[in-house]
């Protein structure tokens, strides 16, 4: 009985080691799956925000993370702050005090940022991240773009002109019935891809003495153009 006593405690601490062993983090803690499940796990490149310290301007839309949510085309949603790096097209986020960035975009429905919904669409230009300014039967996307100009030589009175990141104008794209795509030129182009609705948009556009294709102008008109 003593023996048998002795093998059944040997066999519970030995079970209670392998069961510890098995365990990848704590009971009380459940694991994201957000950089395992969906491929989501690309390491940011700390050297590459090392550089940027040197670099007059940011590349970012904040340059602090916020608060961000992620929609996933599998009906998922994480909620992880986040930023959005222009210049290099890419969302990144926080996990566990460690900076991501999104390694697949495609698994993404939308992402909630600092007020705006963006979209990963491959469709439009080159592709990237979109934010949606207007939605209905057109949508109305806005991309915006950084450019980094390198650090120029030294000239007079001026001295050494350092790199920099520089904002550009942003890009405009109408995307009407969810399968034609229109780059916004000038107000004649709007009108040429809302052609269904040209008579009314065109009075429309007299009547708001609409000169150019400024946000607020676009937003006006496809507001417009959807309410009809």
Do not use: H
């Not at 989501?40 to 301007?57: A, F, L, P, Q, R």
């Amino acid at each position: 009985m003593k023996k048998y006593t002795v093998y059944m405690t040997i066999f519970l601490a030995m079970s209670f080691q392998l069961l510890l062993g098995q365990v990848p983090f704590p009971l009380t803690q459940t694991p994201n799956p957000f950089p395992t499940d969906y491929n989501m796990d690309k390491k940011y490149n700390v050297e590459k925000t090392e550089e940027y310290k040197d670099i007059d301007g940011i590349p970012y839309l904040n340059n602090e993370f916020q608060s961000g949510v992620f929609y996933l085309k599998n009906g998922k949603k994480l909620d992880l702050p986040s930023r959005y790096n222009i210049y290099r097209d890419e969302m990144e986020y926080l996990l566990d005090g460690v900076s991501y960035v999104v390694g697949n975009p495609e698994a993404l429905e939308k992402v909630l940022l600092a007020g705006s919904e963006f979209r990963y669409l491959s469709t439009i230009s080159k592709g990237g991240y979109f934010e949606i300014l207007e939605s209905g039967k057109c949508t109305l996307f806005l991309k915006r773009i950084v450019e980094y100009r390198p650090s120029e030589g030294s000239r007079p009175i001026v001295g050494l002109l350092p790199a920099k990141f520089v904002r550009n104008a942003d890009l405009f794209y109408l995307v009407n019935n969810q399968t034609q795509i229109f780059k916004i030129l000038n107000v004649s182009s709007v009108v040429n891809a809302l052609q269904d609705q040209k008579p009314k948009i065109e009075s429309f556009i007299k009547q708001e003495k609409i000169k150019n294709i400024k946000k607020e102008n676009l937003i006006r008109m496809v507001k417009f153009y959807n309410g009809l």
